[in-house]
């Protein structure tokens, strides 16, 4: 409830700053109010239902008008990571992008071994990185809940590695890279059904700006005051 009534007050300082700051740009608004009603919601979603790919997104947000730009040069790179890599699942949340590869075609049952399919996917996801070079990557790597909790968090530090691994062979540089693994710790949906069981082994690409695109966006925001 506490997070709720945060996400309700946000929510109204924003329309009042909207309806009573005419001196203020559109942009500014907008940047204002995404900042605001964004943030709170995405704290709700993320602590809630235990989203750690949500709750790491709004966890690196800016806001305001540097983070208004930093939104826009995210929104490019996502729209351009879903048309390269149609098997992600790719959503834009705060400032941030958070690209979800199901691990039905990263790796076989019960392996930490890529598979043909996952490095293609891999090295289509590596072009969109290289064109944006001013980003940090956390990979996540996430289980179902079948097993013993301690080999499900195992397995998934072993996945999210593999993954990072083969993109620094590729040529991303590791100093962008963060791996973590939440084994059975953090499912998306219920592990009631086996195919909801299945949505819940993925592998998550947390995308973020970095110090370079920070400080980037904090002076073409002040060129525009």
């Known amino acids: 409830m506490r997070l709720i009534r945060q996400f309700l007050f946000l929510?109204?300082?924003?329309?009042?700053?909207?309806?009573?700051?005419?001196?203020?740009?559109?942009?500014?608004?907008?940047?204002?109010?995404?900042?605001?009603?964004?943030?709170?919601?995405?704290?709700?979603?993320?602590?809630?239902?235990?989203?750690?790919?949500?709750?790491?997104?709004?966890?690196?947000?800016?806001?305001?008008?540097?983070?208004?730009?930093?939104?826009?040069?995210?929104?490019?790179?996502?729209?351009?990571?879903?048309?390269?890599?149609?098997?992600?699942?790719?959503?834009?949340?705060?400032?941030?992008?958070?690209?979800?590869?199901?691990?039905?075609?990263?790796?076989?049952?019960?392996?930490?071994?890529?598979?043909?399919?996952?490095?293609?996917?891999?090295?289509?996801?590596?072009t969109v990185f290289d064109s944006y070079p001013d980003t940090d990557i956390e990979v996540q790597g996430h289980t179902d809940n079948t097993g013993r909790a301690e080999y499900n968090q195992t397995l998934s530090e072993k996945r999210a590695k593999v993954v990072s691994d083969y993109l620094i062979s590729k040529g991303v540089a590791a100093s962008r890279i963060k791996t973590v693994g939440y084994g059975l710790t953090s499912p998306k949906y219920e592990n009631d059904t086996d195919a909801n069981r299945a949505l819940n082994r993925r592998v998550e690409f947390i995308i973020t700006a970095n110090e370079k695109m920070m400080k980037e966006a904090e002076a073409e925001a002040a060129r525009q005051n």
């Open 11 to 126: 929510s109204l300082m924003a329309a009042t700053v909207f309806s009573g700051c005419k001196s203020m740009t559109s942009a500014q608004k907008g940047a204002i109010i995404g900042v605001a009603t964004g943030a709170a919601a995405g704290a709700i979603v993320g602590r809630t239902a235990g989203n750690t790919a949500v709750g790491t997104a709004v966890g690196a947000t800016v806001g305001g008008v540097t983070g208004a730009i930093i939104g826009n040069k995210m929104d490019k790179q996502a729209a351009e990571m879903a048309a390269k890599v149609p098997e992600a699942t790719v959503e834009r949340v705060g400032e941030g992008i958070i690209v979800e590869l199901p691990n039905s075609i990263l790796f076989g049952f019960d392996s930490s071994a890529l598979s043909a399919e996952a490095k293609a996917n891999l090295d289509k996801m590596k």
